[in-house]
């Protein structure tokens, strides 16, 4: 597979009170097609990435607000994937211009999440868990990741401040994103000592309740070639699934479908864990970073944490995660994610990434998870 | 909101109430909850009572839950392996953080879930309490 990223475009990530849904989703869209130097009746196919706007904006049909805010009568449809459904987006416009249906395809992904409570915010999430096995009990996702930390903990020794070198690394390349909700240092004991939201896991290891939209433009290789000659190109794609509920899971300490999903979009891709030369990874809680580097063969199981901890994942160091700052820094609008993640891959890739630029970065993953690991959507990039 | 509507509890209750649960009828793997297809790829169960019995596989708590929980807020949450098998996501009941470990006896018990409403109707459930 090769098909080129020609375009791309984000809004303000954080509290974005001045704009609704369909602004910051209007907002992306326009910039992608801006910087791929479209005009938007040259978008043959729209894929937008949604989860939360049906519960918290009372809006669904999000397929024709993507569309009828370019003036067009195109197919545009939204895909939901949980906090998978960004990447879910990129997949569907990946397999449209493979099957020949179209030769331009833009992919978005909204997510607005600050009009309502927090209770509503967290009851909305739980749909993305068992609604029978998990919600019924009461369980909230920062109590289910909760329940990772600790097992990881108990069965490989890591420890809390191991685990809060993810936030603090994530907030130091926050700092040098614009657009990230949060652009302020924090240190090891800002992490401990926060206040606790589940057992093991504080305040600062939860990304936070963020409005924001992404947008990539995707072209078939010839296409590609001919409007954009710094097209970065998508080489491997691969998605897996695995059980709704986390208790249904043989482990709580491995994400499986990352694993499958890896090994799958990397063959595609024609390459091992040691070509990638950095990630985009899922962290919604900070164990999830660790489980993800894990299950892309980034690091050995039960590493990941002391690799953290001794500072390899800074945007300059030997294995760059998550140099937007992810999703504790950047910020998490759900359906949005996916779609970002791809973004800061292009622009490292690019070399456009600012303060943050990984040097010398030719080959590049994103690891987009849904739920607690019940979807997981690896993609890998090349200059 | 769709918590509040007591059908989609009242199909559940001898699940809930009894923790009964399917066993294959070909290859006799236990499930809890009662699936479609068993891992042998049969569809065939019977149902099956568990004994309530299990250890605490990983615990924390939830400090503020979902609206339909603020009563009970902070709860402690689990999983569960039932010493027959199938693992469970559960609340943990009678007891604080700092009394649970991971590897401790934890045994079924009868609980009240939430209310919907003042005048709604009031959900129940097995939880699980530490064996001490």
């Not at chain 1, 996916?338 to 040097?359: C, D, F, Y």
């Amino acid at each position: 597979m090769k098909i080129g990223v020609i375009g791309t475009g984000l809004t303000k990530f954080g509290e974005v009170w001045d704009k609704s849904l369909r602004e910051l989703l209007a907002e992306a869209q326009l910039k992608s097609i801006e910087e791929a130097k479209l005009s938007p009746k040259d978008i043959e196919m729209i894929f937008t990435g949604n989860m939360c706007a049906g519960a918290l904006s009372g809006q669904l049909h999000i397929g024709a607000m993507a569309s009828e805010n370019l003036n067009l009568n195109v197919p545009s449809t939204r895909v939901e994937g949980a906090c998978a459904s960004g990447a879910l987006a990129i997949r569907a416009g990946l397999q449209a211009i493979e099957s020949g249906s179209a030769k331009i395809v833009q992919v978005n992904g909204v997510e607005k999440m600050t009009d309502v409570s927090t209770d509503q915010v967290t009851t909305a999430l739980m749909g993305a868990g068992d609604e029978e096995v998990e919600g019924f009990q009461g369980a909230t996702f920062p109590a289910l990741y909760a329940l990772m930390a600790r097992a990881y903990m108990k069965e490989f020794g890591l420890t809390r401040e191991e685990l809060a070198a993810v936030p603090v690394k994530s907030h130091k390349h926050g700092c040098m994103n614009p657009i990230a909700q949060y652009q302020k240092e924090l240190s090891i004991s800002d992490v401990i000592n926060s206040s606790m939201v589940s057992d093991p896991l504080t305040l600062m290891d939860c990304s936070p309740i963020t409005d924001g939209a992404a947008s990539i433009i995707l072209a078939s290789e010839s296409v590609a070639k001919k409007l954009n000659p710094d097209a970065v190109w998508i080489v491997g794609s691969g998605q897996a699934s695995d059980t709704l509920s986390l208790s249904a899971r043989d482990s709580l300490t491995e994400m499986k479908a990352t694993r499958i999903a890896a090994d799958s979009a990397f063959k595609q891709a024609g390459i091992a864990a040691k070509d990638v030369h950095l990630a985009e990874v899922h962290d919604c809680f900070s164990i999830a970073e660790l489980l993800a580097i894990e299950g892309l063969g980034l690091a050995k199981k039960g590493e990941a944490g002391k690799h953290a901890a001794a500072g390899y994942h800074y945007f300059d160091s030997k294995m760059p995660i998550n140099t937007c700052g992810g999703l504790k820094a950047c910020g998490h609008p759900i359906g949005a994610t996916g779609v970002k993640q791809a973004v800061e891959i292009v622009h490292q890739l690019q070399n456009r990434a600012g303060k943050r630029q990984v040097k010398k970065a030719e080959t590049g993953v994103t690891q987009n998870v849904g739920g607690t690991g019940a979807t997981v959507v690896v993609n890998v990039f090349k200059r | 909101m769709f918590r509040s509507t007591p059908i989609i509890r009242w199909r559940k209750y001898d699940e809930r109430y009894s923790l009964v649960g399917a066993k294959c009828a070909k290859c006799g793997m236990l499930h809890y909850p009662r699936v479609a297809l068993c891992a042998c790829d049969s569809s065939k169960f019977s149902p099956h009572k568990f004994n309530g019995e299990g250890t605490l596989i990983s615990f924390t708590d939830v400090g503020s839950g979902p609206e339909a929980f603020a009563e009970h807020s902070p709860y402690c949450l689990g999983i569960v392996q039932l010493s027959e098998g199938p693992k469970i996501t559960t609340q943990l009941s009678d007891c604080k953080l700092e009394d649970l470990s991971i590897g401790m006896k934890v045994i079924a018990t009868f609980r009240k879930f939430y209310t919907s409403g003042e005048k709604g109707a009031i959900h129940y459930g097995t939880k699980f309490t530490p064996k001490w």
